[in-house]
Nanobody, 124 residues
């Protein structure tokens, strides 16, 4: 098992930037994919945001965030990051970090471990 802890959420204005972190501990070597999902207010489903293959560094994104969000990783710190630029109200959600083994999965079902989430609120 792997334990994930998100940080970096907060309240910002439209157009601002925010960087989220996802620190991992435990058997991280068992999970080759790390991703960010989000769940907007009133929505039942978690929406895929961005993912990365830990060993190769390959990244993939949801169309809604391409060009604005960047996922990255620090192998030594076992930490993944999500740099979010040009934020707008549609980005308001609880952001979750997830770890899994399904290559390039965009479905929550493809991930076995989840963090508790961090709130991001974009409002003027």
């Amino acid at each position: 098992q792997v334990q994930l802890e998100e940080s970096g959420g907060g309240s910002v204005q439209p157009g601002d930037s925010l960087k989220l972190s996802c620190a991992a501990s435990g058997r991280t070597f068992m999970y080759g994919v790390r991703a960010w999902f989000r769940q907007a207010p009133g929505k039942e489903q978690r929406e895929f945001v961005a993912g990365t293959l830990w060993n190769s560094g390959y990244t993939y994104y949801a169309d809604s965030v391409k060009g604005r969000f960047t996922i990255s990783r620090d192998n030594a710190k076992k930490t993944a990051y999500l740099q979010m630029n040009s934020l707008n109200s549609d980005d308001t959600a609880v952001y979750y970090c997830a770890a899994g083994r399904s290559v390039a999965s965009k479905s929550p079902d493809g991930f076995e471990s989840w963090g508790q989430g961090t709130q991001v609120t974009v409002s003027s």
